[in-house]
């Protein structure tokens, strides 16, 4: 069996130095924000090439933190992508305001910057790109149109820490960067957790605020807060991790080339990485005829697969009285019937890699 994703074989490596790492905590006692939450974010903020980190207690809640932060309500819309997960667009709704979906580049899959320019209204109040798959969006038309029009930009980089863009990590280009540190990611925590990036120091202490019920003492709400924030065992699991981050990163793109290489006389779309980026794969994602007939195939062969994700955000039911109909963003819809991720991880051995590719050759060859 070639499982999607192998857990155990990172823990493995580093069994010794997190259970020193984890007892650190809990020998000390100091389980929410404790000096180690401090430390790492400091250390994840540096690595992103920002100035300030806040440790939220998910991915998600640091989009709903960032966007919060912004003071977004009724009336207000942002401009965002409907091939992603739903808590890119919910933490919109979450904050009152709405989610404009506007279709995909169908190569990177990510936010087409013509589509945006045209979204734009007098409502509209900011950009939310997402970096999937580990794919830097193309930011510098996204940030142009933002300059020009008065937008904020809020980077949904749960997929793509590491990841770079124009020689620069993701998450430091827009007024707020927000990453997730779910087990699964490349950099993962061993529960949920989160942290919202900024080079504004007044953001900074504004998301720091509403992450602690709204205010700056325990017993003194200056504003509408949430309860969010990254635990001290969480953190200390992160900071092991961040130094292994990069080699991770780089043995994620070596599987990827090794993938692009063995499928690429087949009949599917492999991954394309843009110009002037630094693709991360946290997904290896091809586009392929048939898509399900072909996942189900793998899967009778003991390999796991995944489609991040089956259905656009535009046409869920969430969102049906957007009154977005079929075919109304077609690239987006396109991309939800044909992709395909593959296993990937860093430790994915070549010989599971060419079984994989064996699998697909032998899927199309009958």
Same mark, same amino acid.
């Not at 404009?100 to 990177?108: A, H, K, L, Q, W």
């Not at 957790?193 to 992450?211: C, F, H, I, Q, S």
């Not at 110009?275 to 390999?303: F, K, M, N, S, W």
């Not at 395909?340 to 860093?346: M, Q, V």
């Given at each position: 069996?070639?499982?999607?994703?192998?857990?155990?074989?990172?823990?493995?490596?580093?069994?010794?130095?997190?259970?020193?790492?984890?007892?650190?905590?809990?020998?000390?006692?100091?389980?929410?924000?404790?000096?180690?939450?401090?430390?790492?974010?400091?250390?994840?903020?540096?690595?992103?090439?920002?100035?300030?980190?806040?440790?939220?207690?998910?991915?998600?809640?640091?989009?709903?933190?960032?966007?919060?932060?912004?003071?977004?309500?009724?009336?207000?819309?942002?401009?965002?992508?409907?091939?992603?997960?739903?808590?890119?667009?919910?933490?919109?709704?979450?904050?009152?305001?709405?989610?404009?979906?506007?279709?995909?580049?169908?190569?990177?899959?990510?936010?087409?910057?013509?589509?945006?320019?045209?979204?734009?209204?007098?409502?509209?109040?900011?950009?939310?790109?997402?970096?999937?798959? +580990?794919?830097?969006?193309? /930011?510098?038309? =996204?940030? $142009?149109?933002?300059? @020009?029009?008065? #937008?904020?930009?809020?980077? &949904?980089?749960?997929?793509?820490?590491?990841?770079?863009?124009?020689?620069?990590?993701?998450?430091?280009?827009?007024?707020?960067?927000?990453?997730?540190?779910?087990?699964?990611?490349?950099?993962?925590?061993?529960?949920?957790?989160?942290?919202?990036?900024?080079?504004?120091?007044?953001?900074?202490?504004?998301?720091?605020?509403?992450?602690?019920?709204?205010?700056?003492?325990?017993?003194?709400?200056?504003?509408? +807060?949430?309860?969010?924030? /990254?635990?001290? =065992?969480? $953190?200390?699991?992160? @900071?092991?991790? #961040?130094?292994?981050?990069? &080699?991770?990163?780089?043995?994620?793109?070596?599987?990827?080339?090794?993938?692009?290489?063995?499928?690429?006389?087949?009949?599917?779309?492999?991954?394309?990485?843009?110009?002037?980026?630094?693709?991360?794969?946290?997904?290896?994602?091809?586009?392929?005829?048939?898509?399900?007939?072909?996942?189900?195939?793998?899967?009778?062969?003991?390999?796991?697969?995944?489609?991040?994700?089956?259905?656009?955000?535009?046409?869920?039911?969430?969102?049906?009285?957007?009154? =977005?109909?079929?075919?109304?963003?077609?690239?987006?819809?396109?991309?939800?019937?044909?992709?395909?991720?593959?296993?990937?991880?860093?430790?994915?051995?070549?010989?599971?890699?060419?079984?994989?590719?064996?699998?697909?050759?032998?899927?199309?060859?009958?």
């Amino acid at each position: 069996m070639i499982r999607f994703l192998d857990l155990k074989a990172q823990y493995a490596t580093l069994e010794p130095q997190i259970n020193v790492a984890l007892e650190r905590v809990l020998r000390s006692t100091d389980f929410i924000l404790g000096p180690v939450v401090r430390e790492v974010e400091q250390e994840i903020a540096a690595y992103c090439e920002c100035r300030h980190g806040v440790g939220v207690a998910s991915g998600t809640d640091a989009l709903r933190l960032a966007l919060a932060a912004l003071e977004l309500g009724p009336c207000d819309e942002v401009i965002t992508t409907p091939f992603t997960f739903v808590a890119t667009a919910n933490t919109i709704s979450h904050c009152g305001a709405m989610p404009v979906f506007v279709d995909i580049d169908p190569r990177t899959f990510n936010l087409l910057p013509a589509a945006v320019e045209a979204a734009i209204t007098e409502r509209t109040k900011a950009i939310l790109p997402v970096h999937l798959y +580990g794919q830097p969006a193309d /930011l510098s038309p =996204l940030l $142009a149109l933002a300059r @020009q029009h008065g #937008l904020r930009v809020v980077e &949904d980089a749960a997929q793509a820490i590491g990841a770079r863009y124009a020689g620069r990590r993701v998450g430091s280009f827009g007024d707020l960067g927000c990453l997730s540190f779910y087990p699964t990611k490349n950099l993962g925590a061993y529960g949920d957790g989160g942290m919202v990036l900024t080079n504004d120091a007044a953001m900074a202490e504004r998301v720091d605020v509403l992450r602690r019920q709204g205010g700056q003492s325990r017993y003194d709400a200056q504003c509408l +807060g949430f309860n969010s924030r /990254l635990d001290s =065992l969480q $953190a200390a699991v992160l @900071q092991v991790k #961040l130094a292994h981050l990069d &080699d991770w990163n780089a043995a994620r793109r070596a599987v990827a080339a090794r993938y692009n290489a063995l499928l690429a006389d087949l009949p599917v779309q492999t991954p394309y990485e843009a110009e002037g980026v630094e693709h991360v794969y946290h997904q290896y994602t091809i586009r392929a005829p048939e898509r399900d007939r072909l996942a189900a195939h793998l899967e009778a062969r003991g390999i796991g697969t995944m489609v991040y994700y089956p259905i656009p955000l535009h046409r869920q039911a969430l969102y049906a009285a957007l009154g =977005l109909h079929d075919g109304a963003l077609p690239a987006s819809e396109a991309a939800c019937r044909e992709v395909l991720s593959l296993p990937i991880y860093p430790e994915l051995p070549a010989a599971a890699q060419e079984t994989v590719a064996e699998a697909i050759r032998e899927y199309y060859a009958g």
